[in-house]
DNA sequence: GTGTAATCGAGACGGTACGTCAAGTCTTGTT
DNA sequence: AACAAGACTTGACGTACCGTCTCGATTACAC
């Protein structure tokens, strides 16, 4: 499709996100080496520094390798019910950060991400954003219906809603367990309740 | 006093975190070597590996040393006004976070904590924790005063003001203003607000 | 020629042998190191380690290399005077001792060839054969003129001629003179002469 | 006896060259360490570099007290018979080679001295000279029995004797055995016979 | 079909840093 | 004063990777 990746090897591209991901989980991130990646996919150190410009950047690939097959576009579930749906999706998250893979590739990235702006940018882009627009998407059909104050500030929400979240996952300062995710999503629709939706 | 520092010089210690703190600001974590730290602080490399067990711990002591002269306890400011002075604190922090040398190491700490669950014990047990207590001791005077839901979650409540703040802070993904202060603040208030005081 | 010398810096490898060799002059064997080689010849440690198994191997390949002009194979001046050869020969190898750049090197493969017996092995058949060899010949030549016993133990001989020379070489027990040299030389004729021929 | 050993610990003398001598034994020369030697010794490290300049020193040292006890002078055995004197002589030394507490810290002994001269110069004084006086006493006796050349250079003829039997050992270059004694001491004496003597 | 040029695997290269070991000096308290 | 203990600076060890650079050997498009 795009010009620059014209006469790539497709095999390769995969053999190397598949041995980073393995490796990753492994080893660990810090002791991810381009050398061990490379002679994991049978592939040429210089192969990788073709195509991409730095460790963090396999890993980025990576975590989009893990969710590439959903082709279409992301999704939230909306039943109507604004807290309902948003307590499976927490609880779904909380589910998937248990897989070992996924946790260790989003650590490196994290660790990454902390430290270079530049890759900071593109998780932003490639990863952030996609999934962002949809949670978006979910809670202004929720603020149509009446179900958030009609001038909340639904970025700030959603900050409410995911970063303490993320945060307790990064920090293990606690389980990412039901309860925790019903806590946050009540806890952030009560900040944002219509008027006078008080109990 | 411990016995174990009974003949640590004093004077090493002090030059390796000050080394530290400067190659962080100047090259940046990831750049960072412990050769290059003992060669700064006039060091010997193996009187950094008597004493720190990674380059991780050494930055994590570095931001200690950054606070070591407030030698009494962290205190939170309480003019009866909750919301007001967790706008100032908000808002401060904000400024802090603007410092290069701090914003450097806590990136560096937070890229290694991510990913090192050692170190994130430590991190949580030092450097979190007595904030953490202060914050919480602050949100209970509020609380008794009415000026918070009587049977709130005050860890969560926690999570709510700050995780939003860190996440923006790592992630580079807005600025730390005190209009996104105010707002955090706010929201969070709301979330957490006494019985029958919604405007 | 050889299969695993197919991508082999020969430029690199001239280098290392060069540095080798000057700074074994210049501070001595056992202040030479592996780190000040690779400094000096421009080239990374790696590559020493790549192709040299110790720092005794690289300093008897300068050795080597000191003499690799001669592309030839080695052979002893043979007038037909087995004692002036032998005298001549001797002579010029005690000259030959007497330069700094040969003697530290092989001063410094002696000390580990004392040591380390992998060393010796290939000392006796990369630099002792050779030289053995063409010594043997010359002596077998002399044999079969009449001017040496015709069952003298020809390698016992050798020993004679030479060890006592290489001892007080090593052991600094007196110098290396033409008289220590004719002395030997007689000594050992006498020795090995043939059936009757005392004067 | 002495002024400089005043208050030396004998103790700890005694240590140090025992732990020295077990040491080079298990690890080989080369691996030996002031370090480990005082860690065995129980001793502190201190106390060696008070009382020897050098690693070489303290091997030096070791091999004096391995044979410490033999208080008397060295004295060769004369039966008369110098022939078999010194057959006797060289094959109870190849014997004594073969103990590999002494044969691996002569080795050491000799890495060192051929490449410190300061040390060579101990070893000719403290080592070597007295048991050279003893066999240049024996080969005297036997000149003034007529069983040598009355103006053989006995020098030159304990060289021949000795440095093809220490090279053949250093060197690794063959078997020490009586075989090898026996012909270096007919061949020595044919080269030394007295006149007309033969057979 | 057959050049031909980019990509591929492999891995040597000059480097930097790793974490460890030991050297030799110095300090502290004990005998 | 000499001792055991051990922290200190220094420097080298041998290893792991970095990112760049040749090497042939595919390989896939243009002719």
Redesign the pocket.
């Known amino acids: 499709m795009s010009p620059?990746?014209?006469?790539?090897?497709?095999?390769?591209?995969r053999?190397v996100l598949a041995a980073a991901r393995d490796l990753v989980v492994e080893?660990g991130y810090p002791?991810?080496?381009?050398?061990?990646?490379?002679?994991h996919?049978?592939?040429?150190?210089?192969?990788?520094?073709?195509?991409w410009p730095?460790?963090g950047a396999v890993v980025l690939d990576a975590v989009r390798a893990l969710s590439e097959d959903e082709t279409g576009g992301i999704t939230l579930p909306d039943t109507g019910d604004l807290e309902a749906d948003l307590k499976t999706v927490l609880r779904a998250t909380a589910v998937e950060f248990g897989d070992p893979a996924l946790s260790a590739l989003l650590r490196g990235l994290y660790a990454e991400i902390a430290v270079d702006p530049e890759l900071a940018m593109l998780y932003r882009e490639q990863v952030d954003r996609p999934v962002t627009e949809a949670k978006l998407a979910r809670l202004r059909a929720g603020q149509r219906a009446g179900q958030l104050h009609p001038e909340a500030d639904l970025a700030l929400c959603l900050d409410l809603l995911y970063a303490p979240f993320v945060q307790r996952w990064l920090l293990r300062t606690g389980p990412l367990d039901a309860a925790f995710a019903d806590a946050l999503v009540e806890a952030t629709l009560r900040a944002f309740a219509p008027v006078g939706d008080v109990e």
Chains 1, 2, 3, 4 share one sequence.
């Not at 002791?31 to 002679?39: C, D, F, G, P, Y």
């Open positions: 620059d990746t014209t006469r790539r090897s497709d095999r390769s591209r053999a080893v002791r991810l080496s381009i050398e061990a990646v490379a002679r996919a049978g592939v040429g150190k210089q192969t990788i520094y073709r195509w730095s460790k």
